[in-house]
């Protein structure tokens, strides 16, 4: 479930009053739902906690008029909830005692709160102990009907998996990395010197195979920028460095030295450090199938909203 849009409904449920009817008594009604009203004291309680940290900007002698501007947004969201309420009664939805006794020892647990804590927290936020348990129920509930409703109606099949990933590999995938430390021997100007070059580089072979330390090696001898690091050119993919290099890395195992090879910039000798494996389908197929399931829940959960709002008796009197 879209956690954007649970937290919203959560917070603005929150805040509904469960004494509607001696609020009428009190209060204009701002809209009907069907048998249900939405008083403009409990629309005024959910703007100014919902835009609680936008509002303490505002001059005060202006905060009126912004309140006033914001409540047409903030009832549509309230009748969203009275509507998805209602239908989880007439579906025979409901919630259990257990349930959220169950819900209030997690939470306890979660934050490591006594009873004492959480009535003294809840009378902070101006609720009580009854209050807070109703709200809670109706959070409950709520969740249960959007998941009766729309999420498990979502099926994400394998197709449509691999077909996501066919149209968007270059961003999901990752490429195959190496990291290679490498002895280089620039191409001399003069072809005729080649020889003596391979013959450094076979001395140098026979330096490593005696155990001496690649680094230390390089360090000494390379003729490359990196020679300060001990020839330690980082992490590599294919197209990040010439291609006889990528190539002769992709052949060795993690702590293996290559033999000496030629490039057109003159003479290698590479040790593959470490190789990290590219990331394919099956290490991104559960994160595809999670993204398609959440574009499918917003669109599927839009639509539900939608066809309650088009069944229902609404009267908005702002």
């Given at each position: 479930?879209?956690?954007?849009?649970?937290?919203?409904?959560?917070?603005?449920?929150?805040?509904?009053?469960?004494?509607?009817?001696?609020?009428?008594?009190?209060?204009?009604?701002?809209?009907?739902?069907?048998?249900?009203?939405?008083?403009?004291?409990?629309?005024?309680?959910?703007?100014?906690?919902?835009?609680?940290?936008?509002?303490?900007?505002?001059?005060?002698?202006?905060?009126?008029?912004?309140?006033?501007?914001?409540?047409?947004?903030?009832?549509?969201?309230l009748?969203?909830?009275?509507?998805q309420?209602?239908?989880?009664?007439?579906?025979?939805?409901?919630?259990?005692?257990?349930?959220?006794?169950?819900?209030?020892?997690?939470?306890?647990?979660?934050?490591?709160?006594?009873?004492?804590?959480?009535?003294?927290?809840?009378?902070?936020?101006?609720?009580?102990?009854?209050?807070?348990?109703?709200?809670?129920?109706?959070?409950?509930?709520?969740?249960?009907?959007?998941n009766?409703?729309?999420?498990?109606?979502?099926?994400?099949?394998?197709?449509?998996?691999?077909?996501?990933?066919?149209?968007?590999k270059?961003?999901?995938s990752?490429?195959?990395?190496?990291k290679?430390?490498?002895?280089?021997?620039?191409?001399?100007?003069?072809?005729?010197?080649?020889?003596?070059?391979?013959?450094?580089?076979?001395?140098?072979?026979?330096?490593?195979?005696?155990?001496?330390?690649?680094?230390?090696?390089?360090?000494?001898?390379?003729?490359?920028?990196?020679?300060?690091?001990?020839?330690?050119?980082?992490?590599?993919?294919?197209?990040?460095?010439?291609?006889?290099?990528?190539?002769?890395?992709?052949?060795?195992?993690?702590?293996?030295?290559?033999?000496?090879?030629w490039?057109?910039?003159?003479?290698?000798?590479?040790?593959?450090?470490?190789?990290?494996?590219?990331?394919?389908?099956?290490?991104?197929?559960?994160?595809?199938?999670?993204?398609?399931f959440?574009?499918?829940?917003?669109?599927?959960?839009?639509?539900?909203?939608?066809?309650?709002?088009?069944?229902?008796?609404?009267?908005?009197?702002?």
């Open positions: 479930m879209n956690r954007k849009v649970i937290i919203m409904l959560f917070v603005l449920l929150a805040f509904v009053l469960q004494n509607a009817h001696s609020s009428v008594l009190l209060d204009r009604v701002v809209a009907v739902v069907n048998n249900e009203v939405i008083t403009w004291s409990e629309l005024r309680k959910v703007i100014s906690h919902e835009g609680k940290s936008f509002l303490e900007k505002v001059p005060e002698d202006q905060k009126k008029d912004v309140m006033t501007g914001l409540e047409k947004n903030f009832l549509n969201g009748i969203d909830i009275k509507l309420l209602q239908e989880a009664r007439r579906k025979g939805i409901d919630v259990s005692n257990k349930e959220i006794e169950g819900a209030i020892a997690d939470i306890k647990n979660k934050y490591n709160i006594t009873d004492e804590k959480l009535v003294n927290s809840l009378e902070a936020q101006g609720m009580s102990l009854a209050d807070y348990k109703t709200t809670l129920g109706e959070q409950i509930l709520l969740s249960k009907v959007i009766f409703e729309v999420k498990t109606n979502i099926v994400i099949n394998d197709k449509e998996i691999m077909e996501y990933y066919e149209a968007n270059d961003k999901l990752s490429k195959e990395k190496l290679i430390s490498q002895i280089f021997f620039a191409l001399p100007k003069d072809i005729s010197q080649k020889p003596s070059v391979e013959t450094k580089a076979h001395e140098v072979i026979q330096r490593l195979e005696r155990g001496e330390d690649f680094s230390k090696i390089a360090g000494e001898l390379s003729e490359d920028a990196n020679k300060q690091f001990g020839g330690d050119l980082g992490y590599i993919s294919r197209g990040s460095a010439l291609k006889e290099v990528e190539d002769a890395a992709l052949a060795l195992k993690p702590g293996e030295v290559s033999r000496p090879f490039s057109p910039a003159g003479l290698h000798i590479i040790k593959l450090e470490d190789k990290i494996e590219a990331e394919g389908f099956d290490k991104v197929k559960d994160k595809i199938k999670e993204l398609l959440e574009k499918a829940f917003e669109s599927k959960y839009r639509e539900w909203k939608t066809g309650l709002k088009e069944r229902a008796y609404i009267e908005m009197k702002l």
